[in-house]
């Protein structure tokens, strides 16, 4: 370990100190005697420049998609233009208060409501919210709304949703949250799902289906017109799980496809950074029928002024503050507006290509369940040679020695050994190469020196953990560090 990979209370030495704020202007204010301190808080006792290189040194341990190459599937971590952030760092919007009078803030109720105008063109949907903080906010916002509205008809018998297995996780946890019954239903090989599979479990009781297109195989649901032809036969309504916009931009709409609701993940599609749990946004977009029960407050438009409408008899009320993350709708505006809607195309196209090139160029060395063109993203069953016991886990540790950050691993759940990777519309050739030689490195090592993979990471700060203690019994204290 060397002097710089210390932790910043080795190196207190009593009395020392950094620079202090200048004295106070205001008036001293007694403190509560409960809210009093008996002892002292225990601060490390250290110099400005200790601070400083401490904390830089801390930074470059982490890992993240300006550090090297994050394939992590379903996620869509590619890379995020600097100019986003630039843009919604303007004092003219970061300098904003939510509580300023509307006719002050004209120019940012303007930028909002432009953006959920954009992302209605992109889905084919009606109207957006804004307010929602992530996807699975935004999920459960949806699922809401959808409650909402058979209560509105008095269609309180709706209360299945059905959801395939292949699904992100969080489907059948808003499912349940929102108070439905989560219908599961087995995916086909390919991670679509059956219309006639469909026909055995819609009855009376539906709600809906909760979907994501392409699926989380990365294949395109080839009869989602029938699904959706089904579930609106029957009273349903369809959920879109937005999480795998990314490679249809500018080629096909949810709204075409015949989804009522839906999120989007504005930090995966529209590139603001995300990970660590934020920041995040995932707007909700519905059909026309599904207007008046959108949360509040949204913007409206009358007589070339922004106004702000807070509430009425149909809508869920307030479900965020204010109106949700400004700061990542911003970003995914500026995004939107870089590209334009000739070029918003151009990354669902190489999303795909590049997604295909790695497939293609890995399948004789890990095993492909499912052959085809994909979309963003495809999923290998580890590798086509398991003989010596190297496992996808083993495999994901050992990309950490090489500066790769891992693809998801294990999910979807239809396979033993999945390996889900989305190599994403921002990375070179160049990078794509590398990747593939790592692999292939990784794949000849796991058949000729298997116990190199298997102990692997070796070059990494933090060598392989056991998982579930440090899940179940993490250290967050300095003075539980064992010395």
């Known amino acids: 370990m060397s002097y710089y990979d210390t932790l910043i209370f080795d190196l207190s030495t009593h009395a020392r100190k950094g ?4 004295k106070r202007t205001f008036k001293r204010q007694a403190l509560p005697t409960h809210l009093l301190r008996e002892d002292c808080p225990g601060l490390p006792e250290v110099s400005e420049v200790e601070v400083v290189r401490h904390y830089t040194n801390v930074s470059m341990k982490n890992f993240g998609i300006e550090t090297g190459m994050y394939p ?3 996620c869509t971590m590619k890379y995020n233009p600097k100019i986003n952030q630039d843009l919604a760092n303007l004092p003219s919007f970061s300098a904003l208060h939510p509580y300023q009078p509307t006719r002050t803030v004209q120019g940012m109720l303007k930028l909002l409501d432009d953006l959920q105008s954009y992302l209605s063109e992109i889905s084919g949907l009606a109207r957006y919210t804004l307010n929602s903080y992530a996807g699975a906010h935004g999920e459960l916002i949806g699922l809401m709304i959808m409650k ?7 269609e309180h018998h709706r209360v299945n949703i059905i959801v395939p ?4 996780g969080t489907n059948p946890a808003s499912a349940v949250v929102a108070g439905f019954k989560v219908i599961e239903v087995p995916s086909e090989k390919d991670g679509s799902v059956s219309v006639e599979v469909l026909k055995g479990v819609v009855d009376e009781n539906l709600a809906g289906i909760m979907l994501t297109n392409p699926n989380t195989l990365g294949m395109f649901e080839k009869d989602i017109l029938n699904v959706a032809e089904l579930i609106h036969d029957h009273g349903g309504l369809l959920y879109y799980d937005g999480a795998n916009l990314n490679p249809i931009l500018g080629k096909v709409r949810p709204g075409d496809m015949g989804f009522d609701i839906m999120h989007i993940n504005l930090h995966k599609t529209f590139s603001t950074p995300h990970g660590g749990g934020g920041p995040g946004s995932g707007p909700v977009g519905v059909a026309e029928h599904l207007v008046p029960f959108l949360p509040k407050p949204l913007i409206k438009k009358v007589d070339n002024t922004y106004h702000i ?27 939107i507006l870089s590209n334009g809607k000739e070029h918003l195309p151009e ?15 890995l399948k004789d060395l890990f095993e492909l369940p499912v052959e085809g063109v994909c ?25 950490l020695d090489f500066g790769v950050h891992p693809p998801t691993i294990y999910f979807p759940l239809l396979y033993k050994e999945a390996l889900m990777i989305e190599p994403v519309e921002t990375e070179s050739k160049q990078t794509l190469d590398r990747f593939i030689e790592v692999m292939r490195v990784i794949a000849k090592e796991a058949k000729e020196t298997p116990e190199v993979v298997k102990g692997a990471p070796h070059n990494t700060i933090v060598k392989r953990l056991d998982e579930a203690l440090a899940a179940r019994q993490p250290v967050v204290k300095y003075t539980d560090i064992p010395k």
Do not use: C
């Open 72 to 74: 992590l599937g379903s």
């Open 375 to 399: 979309k963003h993203e495809f999923v290998f069953n580890g590798l086509k040679d398991k003989s010596t016991g190297v496992t996808t886990l083993d495999v994901a540790k050992r990309l």
């Open 19 to 22: 620079y202090t704020l200048p």
């Open 148 to 154: 909402r509205y058979f209560e509105s008809r008095g």
């Open 165 to 168: 297995d292949a699904a992100h």
């Open 309 to 335: 409408e807070r509430d009425n008899e149909t809508t869920l009320g307030q479900i965020s503050h204010f109106y949700g993350n400004v700061g990542v709708a911003m970003k995914a505006y500026t995004y």
């Open 347 to 361: 990354v669902a196209k190489f999303a795909v290509l590049n997604a295909n090139y790695v497939k293609e160029s």
